[in-house]
């Protein structure tokens, strides 16, 4: 680096940087797939031993007819009162499970690094999903983040044969954006202004399309001609490493065979639009 001229020196240290938080973000995603096996165990137990309890909790309701006669009726109100709420509690323990169970797999899925093999994908579903996984990590490191979300799903939009993994991680990748947006939109506009993201799918012939759009800052046209090359980012160094949208326009066009395109306004708002064959 001594005869780099002091340009090409801050250069080299921006992509050193870069590589170093690369790496922690690497390492990060193991430990996080660890935890996500570590989780599932117990979850598994949880559902196994909770679907157990519904079926005992059945025969327990048959004995319960047999013996109600010898029972005065407020006692028969109480185990009749009992027997609900301890039903109504199960069901609300394999309902929130499931979601877990969900989620875990989700988390898994997305921090493989092995390619995976296209599937039957439920787009409307992994979409929402991945959307509430991008806002609960955005609340998480922005305390007080909120945001009003619109999904306006095209419920002709069934499986799509998709990469799972993959095309999550486009879509977590824009959310991830538009939430960032809309909140360093908030630090600097009037109280008046109201963080809005709107997700949409349409059904269009044999593909499906697919908008993220938010009324954050917009983007300049000389940062939209940018903005898929790798290590480009306008965030903080600390915010971003400039990977995300050139991985999500590889995962789109070269793994999908779709097409992806940026739409903006600066000063008030940016879409995003995936589209994508169903087959």
Same mark, same amino acid.
């Given at each position: 680096?001594?005869?780099?001229? =002091?340009?090409?020196?801050?250069?080299? %240290?921006?992509?050193?940087?870069?590589?170093?938080?690369?790496?922690?973000?690497?390492?990060?995603?193991?430990?996080?797939? !660890?935890?996500?096996?570590?989780?599932?165990?117990?979850?598994?137990?949880?559902?196994?031993? &909770?679907?157990?309890?519904?079926?005992?909790?059945?025969?327990?309701?048959?004995?319960?007819? !047999?013996?109600?006669?010898?029972? &005065?009726?407020? +006692?028969?109100?109480?185990?009749?009162?009992?027997?609900?709420?301890?039903?109504?509690?199960?069901?609300?323990?394999?309902? *929130? !499970?499931?979601?877990?169970?969900?989620?875990?797999?989700?988390?898994?899925?997305?921090?493989?690094?092995?390619?995976?093999?296209? /599937?039957?994908?439920?787009?409307?579903?992994?979409?929402?999903?991945?959307?509430?996984?991008?806002? *609960?990590?955005?609340?998480?490191?922005? #305390?007080?983040?909120?945001?009003?979300?619109?999904?306006?799903?095209?419920?002709?939009?069934?499986?799509?044969?998709?990469? =799972?993994?993959?095309? /999550?991680?486009?879509?977590?990748?824009?959310?991830?954006?538009? $939430?960032?947006?809309?909140?360093?939109?908030? %630090?600097?506009?009037?109280?008046?202004?109201? =963080? %809005?993201?709107?997700? /949409?799918?349409?059904?269009? !012939? +044999?593909?499906?399309?697919?908008?993220? +759009?938010?009324?954050?800052?917009?983007? =300049?046209?000389?940062?939209?001609? &940018?903005?898929?090359? #790798? $290590? $480009?980012?306008?965030? #903080?160094? &600390?915010?971003? @490493?400039?990977?995300?949208?050139?991985?999500?326009?590889?995962?789109?066009?070269?793994? *999908? %065979?779709g097409s992806l395109s940026v739409e903006s306004k600066p000063? /008030?708002? @940016?879409?995003?639009?995936?589209?994508?064959?169903?087959?």
């Amino acid at each position: 680096m001594e005869n780099l001229s =002091p340009t090409a020196n801050t250069e080299v %240290q921006k992509l050193k940087n870069k590589v170093l938080e690369l790496e922690k973000m690497a390492s990060l995603g193991l430990l996080n797939a !660890g935890i996500m096996h570590e989780i599932q165990n117990p979850m598994n137990f949880i559902l196994n031993f &909770s679907s157990m309890s519904v079926e005992l909790l059945e025969e327990l309701q048959e004995w319960q007819d !047999g013996v109600k006669e010898k029972l &005065s009726e407020d +006692e028969v109100d109480d185990l009749d009162s009992l027997v609900s709420l301890v039903a109504q509690n199960l069901k609300k323990i394999e309902e *929130h !499970g499931k979601r877990a169970d969900t989620i875990v797999k989700g988390m898994l899925a997305y921090s493989r690094n092995k390619k995976q093999e296209k /599937s039957a994908v439920q787009l409307n579903e992994m979409i929402a999903r991945y959307t509430d996984f991008s806002y *609960h990590a955005m609340r998480v490191n922005v #305390p007080g983040f909120n945001v009003s979300i619109t999904k306006n799903f095209d419920e002709e939009v069934g499986d799509v044969l998709a990469y =799972p993994g993959e095309l /999550s991680r486009a879509v977590l990748n824009i959310t991830n954006n538009a $939430f960032y947006a809309v909140w360093e939109h908030a %630090q600097a506009a009037t109280d008046e202004y109201k =963080p %809005q993201v709107i997700i /949409s799918t349409r059904l269009q !012939g +044999e593909k499906v399309e697919i908008s993220i +759009e938010d009324n954050g800052p917009g983007i =300049p046209e000389e940062v939209k001609a &940018s903005m898929f090359e #790798p $290590f $480009f980012t306008t965030k #903080p160094e &600390s915010k971003g @490493t400039g990977l995300g949208l050139y991985i999500t326009k590889e995962i789109v066009e070269k793994a *999908h %065979q779709g097409s992806l395109s940026v739409e903006s306004k600066p000063g /008030s708002y @940016t879409r995003f639009n995936i589209s994508i064959p169903l087959k």
